[in-house]
């Protein structure tokens, strides 16, 4: 997923927003709800489903919202959704879920209504989950993108970013960084507590070859202990293969819905016609999102 800067929305709309949210989280479920989810081999899961929503560079508006499922445990695509999409609510640090998630709503909806199914038995979500902006010494669990999506589909949901959302006290400092170092072998992990005391999510370390942690929290009906089994269990790279592939195949969707971008004219004899630009991600394993921005996402 990505997100582009933008002005605060206006005061109504953020004050809408914060009443839903609260509403919504009223609804969350933070332990397992599924037989498979308390079988050591997830035994009766199979199918499990990976959300994206990738942007051209420089077009904070214009998007493809992908939803693709795969069989489990072999991890192979069995269904894909790709739509390119226009957002029009104004992204706002902790409210991205208003700007994004009705996409990925509609996308899990279709499936439910053409391919009942083939509807996943769980989303991975490249986001957080109560691992949030939201986070406070008197809430301390928040409510990202990840439990957004999970309480209005009613699929258990898993957060999964790639760097850590400072919230609650949780500081990427010389403490953090060591535990990080401390990660050798693939399945490692560290409890992510903020200042609170809450264990908000864990660090893992998801790949043998990936010197950077995964930041996995629950989003919805599962806990953070299945949570990071199944996310160790979905890893061929650094990523979870659900969301890497929902990454893979929005990318792909825009180079095919769009085309090659045509120079200035005064270019256009000395260049070739050049593809949409990707953002390298680090690693060569990890696909890289159409005009991601650096920071962590919520």
Same mark, same amino acid.
């Given at each position: 997923?990505?997100?582009?800067?933008?002005?605060?929305?206006?005061?109504? $709309?953020? /004050?809408?927003?914060?009443?839903?949210?609260?509403?919504?989280?009223?609804?969350?479920?933070?332990?397992?709800?599924?037989?498979?989810?308390?079988?050591?081999?997830? /035994?009766?899961?199979?199918?499990?489903?990976?959300?994206?929503?990738?942007?051209?560079?420089?077009?904070?508006?214009?998007?493809?919202?992908?939803?693709?499922?795969?069989?489990?445990?072999?991890?192979?695509?069995?269904?894909?959704?790709?739509?390119?999409?226009?957002?029009?609510?104004?992204?706002?640090?902790?409210?991205?879920?208003?700007?994004?998630?009705?996409?990925?709503?509609?996308?899990?909806?279709?499936?439910?209504?053409?391919?009942?199914?083939?509807?996943?038995? !769980?989303?991975?979500?490249?986001?957080?989950?109560?691992?949030?902006? +939201?986070? /406070?010494?008197?809430?301390?669990?928040?409510?990202?993108?990840?439990?957004?999506?999970?309480?209005?589909?009613?699929?258990?949901?898993?957060?999964?970013?790639?760097?850590?959302?400072?919230?609650?006290?949780?500081?990427?400092?010389?403490?953090?960084?060591?535990?990080?170092?401390?990660?050798?072998?693939?399945?490692?992990?560290?409890?992510?507590?903020?200042?609170?005391?809450? !264990?908000?999510?864990?660090?893992?370390?998801?790949?043998?070859?990936?010197?950077?942690?995964?930041?996995?929290?629950?989003?919805?009906?599962?806990?953070?202990?299945?949570?990071?089994?199944?996310?160790?269990?979905?890893? +061929?790279?650094?990523?979870?293969?659900?969301? +890497?592939?929902?990454? $893979?195949?929005?990318?792909?969707? $825009? +180079?095919?819905?769009?085309?090659?971008?045509?120079?200035?004219?005064?270019?256009?004899?000395?260049?070739?016609?050049?593809?949409?630009?990707?953002?390298?991600?680090?690693?060569?394993?990890?696909?890289?999102?159409?005009?991601?921005?650096?920071?962590?996402?919520?």
């Amino acid at each position: 997923m990505a997100r582009e800067a933008a002005e605060k929305p206006p005061e109504e $709309i953020l /004050s809408l927003w914060k009443r839903e949210q609260a509403q919504l989280k009223a609804l969350l479920v933070e332990q397992d709800t599924e037989a498979w989810q308390r079988d050591p081999a997830f /035994s009766g899961l199979q199918r499990v489903g990976g959300v994206d929503l990738s942007f051209v560079k420089g077009d904070s508006a214009s998007a493809c919202a992908s939803l693709v499922v795969l069989s489990y445990p072999e991890l192979e695509v069995v269904y894909e959704d790709c739509s390119m999409v226009n957002l029009t609510a104004p992204y706002m640090s902790g409210f991205l879920a208003f700007r994004e998630v009705p996409f990925l709503v509609d996308a899990v909806q279709r499936l439910q209504e053409k391919e009942p199914h083939m509807v996943p038995q !769980v989303l991975f979500v490249d986001g957080n989950g109560v691992l949030h902006h +939201r986070a /406070s010494p008197s809430a301390p669990v928040g409510f990202g993108v990840a439990c957004h999506l999970g309480i209005l589909t009613d699929l258990p949901c898993i957060g999964v970013a790639k760097k850590l959302l400072q919230v609650d006290g949780l500081e990427n400092n010389a403490q953090h960084k060591e535990k990080i170092r401390l990660l050798q072998a693939e399945g490692d992990t560290f409890p992510l507590i903020g200042g609170s005391g809450t !264990v908000l999510g864990m660090a893992l370390k998801s790949h043998s070859h990936s010197s950077k942690p995964l930041y996995v929290s629950v989003g919805h009906r599962i806990s953070l202990e299945s949570a990071v089994r199944l996310t160790r269990s979905c890893c +061929r790279f650094r990523s979870p293969e659900p969301v +890497r592939q929902a990454d $893979i195949r929005s990318r792909d969707y $825009i +180079r095919r819905t769009l085309g090659s971008p045509r120079p200035p004219p005064e270019q256009e004899r000395s260049q070739k016609l050049q593809k949409p630009k990707v953002c390298p991600k680090e690693g060569s394993e990890e696909p890289a999102g159409e005009g991601s921005p650096p920071e962590a996402h919520s």
